[in-house]
C-alpha cells in the first residue's frame, strides 16, 4: 500500500474535519460542555457512540491523547475505503469538539491509530491555538495544513518512542516535531530526494538545555549527513518563523551508528 497516497487522503479529510469542528465552536454553550474531571471518558463515550469505535483517551496536564484501532481502513487493492476514512475523521472530530467545549484548556491533540492488518500506524498531532487560528481566519487553509503533524508509516518504520509519550508536551516539542515531520513528508513525496536518502526516516529525540537533538534510522556518510543538514535547516527556516517562540542554540544529528553532526544556529540560520 502507498503510504503516500494514504498521506493525501489523511490531509483532505482532516481539512474537513476542522469545517465540521467551526459548529462546535459557534454554537457550544456558555458553560463548558465536558468538564475536565470527565473529559477521557467523554472522548470515549463520543467516539463509540457516533462512530462505533473503541479507544483509549488520557489528560496528561495540557495535552489530550486518543488511541484507537481501525482494523479495515486499508484494502488488499491500495484504497482507502470512505468509511474508514469517516471513521478516523470522526474520531479526530471528537477528539476536537471535546477540547474546544471543555474547561480543560487543553493546548494539543494527540491522536494514534493503528491498523493492524496492514501493519500501519497513523499519528495525528495538532495545537488547539492553531484550529482556532484557522476557524478564525487568523491563518489560511495552507498554513494550517502546514501546522499540522501528520504521520503515517508501516510499524517497522514508524519511531517507538512516539508511542510512548504520554506526558504533556510542550511547545517546543511540538515544533521540532513538526519540523521532522516535514522533513519526512518532503523524503516520501520527493521521489529523489527518497532515493539520494536510502528512504530513511528522521526522528525526534530530546531537547535539552535549548538544544535539538535529531536522529536518523541508519548510518549515514557525512556528505548525506550534509544533505540532511541541508533538508532541515530549510525546514526549520519554514517552522520556527510560524510560532517565533523558540529557536534552538543549535541542531544535532545522529546516526544510527553513533556519529554526529552539527549546526551551530548562528552559522546557518536566517529566520530569527
Known amino acids: 500500500m502507498s503510504v503516500c497516497r494514504t498521506n493525501v487522503f489523511a490531509v483532505r479529510l482532516l481539512f474537513s474535519l476542522v469545517l465540521l469542528a467551526a459548529g462546535c465552536l459557534l454554537f457550544s454553550a456558555c458553560g463548558p460542555t465536558y468538564p475536565k474531571d470527565k473529559l477521557a471518558e467523554s472522548v470515549e463515550k463520543l467516539i463509540l457512540k ?28 491500495s484504497e482507502v475505503p470512505k468509511e474508514a476514512l469517516k471513521k478516523l ?6 477528539a476536537v469538539r471535546v477540547s474546544l467545549s471543555s474547561d480543560a ?36 487553509k495552507g498554513d494550517y495544513e502546514e501546522r ?20 504533556d508536551l510542550t511547545r517546543e516539542e511540538f515544533i521540532a516535531m513538526l519540523m521532522v515531520s ?23 529525540d530530546t531537547i535539552q538545555d535549548g538544544k535539538l537533538y535529531l536522529r536518523v534510522t541508519d548510518e549515514i556518510t557525512r556528505n548525506v549527513a ?25 541542531i544535532t544529528l545522529t546516526d544510527r551508528a553513533k556519529h554526529s553532526f552539527s549546526i551551530p544556529l548562528q552559522d546557518y540560520f536566517t529566520y530569527k
Open 226 to 250: 550534509l544533505m540532511w543538514m541541508e533538508i532541515i535547516r530549510d525546514q526549520a527556516e519554514k517552522v520556527l518563523p510560524k510560532y517565533k517562540t523558540w529557536y534552538p542554540k543549535s
Open 148 to 167: 499540522m503533524i501528520l504521520d503515517i508509516a508501516t510499524e517497522e518504520e514508524f519511531d517507538t518512542n512516539t508511542l510512548e509519550l504520554q506526558h
Open 89 to 94: 475523521q470522526g474520531a479526530v472530530l471528537s
Open 50 to 77: 457516533e462512530h462505533n469505535i473503541e479507544g483509549k483517551a488520557r489528560l496528561a496536564g495540557k495535552t489530550l491523547y486518543l488511541t484507537i484501532e481501525l482494523p479495515e481502513l486499508a484494502t488488499k487493492e
Open 182 to 204: 516535514q522533513v519526512n513528508k518532503l523524503t516520501r513525496m520527493n521521489p529523489f530526494v527518497g532515493a539520494v536518502l536510502k528512504n530513511v526516516q528522521l526522528r525526534f
Open 105 to 140: 484548556k487543553i493546548q494539543y491533540i494527540l491522536v494514534y491509530a493503528a491498523i493492524p492488518e496492514w501493519k500501519l500506524r497513523i499519528r495525528i498531532i495538532e495545537m488547539v491555538d492553531d484550529i482556532k487560528g484557522f476557524l478564525y481566519q487568523k491563518i489560511s
